[in-house]
């Protein structure tokens, strides 16, 4: 039976994953080069005009990095200001104080859920990463062992909880209930990142051995004891200042008029470049000149920040252009049209297909808000009556095995130190756990309501 081109083009894609894993994690090639190479070659094997592919390929390295690269700038200058003023020391000892030393890493996945509703992953995760390297340093722990379940309460609320902008336009599309769509993704959310954070931390961790040096932790706990720390509080406010500016705006027309000068004014200070850029500048004053430094030394630590996040936001860009070699090749229109092949209901397609748009795109925002478009009118055709269960369950679906193609899969390594195949053992199967955790308490609640 001859195959058509359409299942090629699948039989294309999963070769040129399954070449990216074993260039990249077998033999230690360069991440940035071979991920270029690989985009290029699936483009010219789908059949794209060769003229026009790498015209694609910079355009998903642009649009990618257009966003991804402020958001690094900024959050990584607003820890550090939290860093060097003792700030995230203050924090730290606070949460070790609360918790104890043997449970801060519940308080991160606390604090990673509650500071991470309004945000994209990449945000919550520049804005918490210090506490991470600072908590770690002062239990003696393993950064891992505080930093996965941070990442995993990020994790769950970029795909469960609105007002996350994906899980929002999902609640949209499905015309689902907000308020009841919140309450089911925080029953849902709080025990699966439970499972996937602290849990799993506890299992991998002791497995997972990191090399002394971390070029990026150095830039947060090399400095000198401050003799006085600035307030739990002052700290926090900095801090969340980017999450309340972004929550303002996320729900601007609901305090405001659509369209008028006021709404306008709360969309742009939500959004994100925007609001993380009004908590830098007020971190300048909170954490720097009313801490005791200059102009000079707050110029300094800004600058001496940016050079480490040069490879990630390079590798970020890099993910970009594959997601859209891999949309202008046609890949992700067969995944749909195969999709329909086959007679599911509702609830398991929306996971199914946010799963394979994730696999193929490593965006999870792409896979939620593609597979939701797919699912809602057959679910409605159908008269799926818990529209805010499909939300749940398309979520789920969207963070399924990220991989080399997922800009998030990058950020973790290259924070964290992690070889290629150390990122699969504790990332990659912490967001599987997550999906596979979060569909099957989603389906087991739709026996209940």
Not at 384 to 407: K, M, Q, R, W
Request: hydrophobic content about 55%.
């Amino acid at each position: 039976m001859t195959l058509s081109f359409g299942y090629w083009l699948l039989v294309y894609a999963a070769i040129a994953i399954i070449a990216l894993i074993v260039l990249i994690a077998r033999y230690r090639l360069n991440p940035f080069i071979v991920i270029t190479l690989v985009s290029i070659g699936l483009a010219l094997l789908a059949g794209m005009p060769p003229s026009g592919v790498v015209g694609a390929y910079e355009a998903g390295v642009g649009k990618t990095l257009g966003h991804i690269a402020l958001v690094v700038a900024l959050g990584t200058m607003l820890g550090k200001m939290m860093a060097e003023s003792g700030g995230a020391d203050q924090i730290a000892q606070t949460l070790i104080r609360a918790f104890g030393k043997e449970k801060v890493q519940w308080a991160m996945m606390f604090a990673a859920f509650l500071v991470g509703i309004p945000l994209f992953f990449e945000i919550g995760f520049v804005l918490l990463i210090p506490l991470v390297f600072i908590v770690a340093r002062r239990t003696g722990v393993s950064i891992l062992m505080v930093g996965l379940p941070m990442v995993a309460g990020l994790s769950v609320v970029h795909a469960l909880v609105p007002p996350h902008p994906a899980a929002m336009l999902a609640v949209q599309v499905y015309g689902a209930s907000v308020g009841q769509t919140v309450l089911y993704a925080i029953l849902i959310g709080i025990p699966t990142a439970i499972i996937a954070g602290p849990l799993y931390a506890k299992f991998i961790v002791p497995r997972i051995h990191l090399p002394a040096e971390n070029p990026l932790e150095r830039q947060f706990l090399d400095r000198e004891p401050r003799d006085s720390l600035p307030g739990f509080g002052i700290t926090m406010a900095t801090i969340l200042l980017p999450v309340v500016l972004m929550l303002i705006g996320g729900w601007a027309n609901l305090i405001s008029t659509p369209g008028n000068g006021f709404n306008q004014f709360l969309l742009f200070i939500g959004n994100s470049v925007i609001a993380l850029l009004v908590a830098t500048l007020v971190s300048f004053w909170t954490l720097g000149l009313a801490q005791g430094f200059n102009r000079e030394a707050i110029l300094k630590f800004t600058n001496e920040c940016l050079a480490p996040t040069a490879s990630i936001t390079l590798l970020v860009g890099a993910g970009g252009g594959l997601n859209r070699i891999l949309v202008d090749a046609g890949v992700t229109d067969q995944i749909v049209s195969l999709a329909h092949e086959f007679h599911l209901s509702p609830l398991i397609m929306g996971w199914l297909f946010a799963a394979l748009m994730r696999i193929a795109t490593g965006s999870a925002t792409v896979a939620m808000t593609t597979a939701s478009g797919i699912v809602a009118p057959v679910a409605i055709g159908l008269g799926y009556p818990h529209p805010e269960l499909l939300v749940l369950a398309t979520g789920a679906g969207s963070v399924i095995f990220s991989h080399v193609n997922d800009g998030g899969f990058w950020l973790i390594k290259e924070y964290f130190n992690m070889t290629v195949a150390q990122t699969f053992k504790t990332w990659t199967v912490l967001e599987t756990i997550i999906s596979v955790v979060a569909f099957a308490l989603t389906v087991g609640l739709s026996y209940l309501i």
